[in-house]
């Protein structure tokens, strides 16, 4: 199975939603029996897919999330290929954030629904 990326490869109980080894899991599961070449599939991954002429995207993550670095990555790969992308990183928070800290949650929530609103009344 493909390397993970470090937040990955690091992820543990503190990560509640996502160990390391749950990840590796739901892939295993998710798509039998193909090997490292065949899951960087664009039709699988995104992180390999072709993204010019995207629309503006936000990628938001907790530094405890186990996809952070895929996170970092593709918002990365957004803005290279001339697209618009934001990124949030929320310090000390896991994976489905809105949901695991209820002031944190609703500032996400916020962030979150003024980038939409933003967005859609330019």
């Known amino acids: 199975m493909e390397a993970p990326s470090p937040s990955r490869r690091f992820a543990d ?3 509640l939603v996502l160990p ?3 990840v590796r899991g739901f892939v295993a599961n998710a798509f039998p029996g193909l090997d490292d070449e ?3 599939s664009p039709s699988l991954s ?3 897919a072709k993204l010019d002429n995207l629309p503006p995207a936000l990628f938001t993550a907790g530094t405890l999330d186990p996809l952070l670095h895929d996170s970092l990555f593709m ?3 957004w803005q290279v290929v001339g697209n618009h992308a934001d990124l949030d990183v929320w310090p000390r928070r896991r994976p489905r954030l809105h949901n695991t800290a209820p002031g944190t949650g609703r500032a996400v929530v916020e ?3 003024s980038w939409f609103n933003a967005r859609l009344s330019a």
């Open 13 to 15: 109980h503190a990560t």
């Open 20 to 22: 390391g080894h749950g």
């Open 38 to 40: 065949q899951l960087r």
């Open 46 to 48: 995104p992180l390999f």
């Open 75 to 77: 918002s990365a790969r």
């Open 111 to 113: 962030r979150i629904s």
